[in-house]
C-alpha cells in the first residue's frame, strides 16, 4: 500500500477542488481534474510536482497516470519549477495583426527574458507564445493568471505586469 499524499493539498485547495466537484455527478469525479491541477498549481507557485499530482489522484479516487496525461497534454499546466505568474500573449493571426508581436517584444524587453523563460527572482513566467486565447475581437491580448487582458498598448503591459508581486 502507498503512502497516502493527501496531507500535501492546503484546506484552501481541497475547498476549490470540491467546488469543483459539484458541478459533475459523484461518479465523474475525473472530470475536475483539469480544475484540480490548476488550483494546485497556483497552490505550489506556479508549477506541479508528481507528488502533487498523485495527491490530485488520490483526492479524485482516479489513477496517478490519468492526472500526469492532463498535465502533460494542457499548456496551461507547468511541471517544473517557474515563475509564480504565468503571462501569455496571444499570437494568432487576428491578434499578430493588431500588435500582438509587438507586444510579445515589449514583454520580453521589459523583463529581461525571453519566451519559455522566468524572471530570476521567480516572480513571473513569460510562456511560450499562444496561438490563440479565444479573444480575437480584443487584439492585441494576454492571460495573466487566467485573467484576460484586451486591446493592449506598452503603457497598459507595462501597469498589468508592475502590478504583480
Known sequence: MTESKLHLLTDHSREEIDGWLARYPEDQKQS???????????QN???????????????????????????????????????????SVCTNIA???????????HCEKKLGIKTGESTPDGRILLKKEEECLAACGGG???????????????EKVDDILDKLD
Request: with cysteine.
Open 32 to 42: 475536475a481534474s483539469l480544475a484540480a491541477l490548476r488550483i494546485v498549481q497556483h
Open 95 to 105: 491578434c499578430s495583426l493588431m500588435g500582438s508581436d509587438e507586444i510579445v517584444e
Open 45 to 87: 507557485d506556479g508549477h506541479v510536482t508528481v507528488d502533487l499530482m498523485d495527491a490530485i489522484a488520490e483526492y479524485l479516487e482516479m489513477e496517478p497516470i490519468s492526472v500526469y496525461e492532463v498535465a502533460s497534454f494542457y499548456s496551461m499546466i507547468e511541471t517544473k519549477p517557474c515563475g509564480r505568474h504565468h503571462v
Open 140 to 154: 492585441p491580448m494576454m492571460q495573466v493568471d487566467h485573467v484576460y487582458y484586451e486591446n493592449l498598448t506598452p
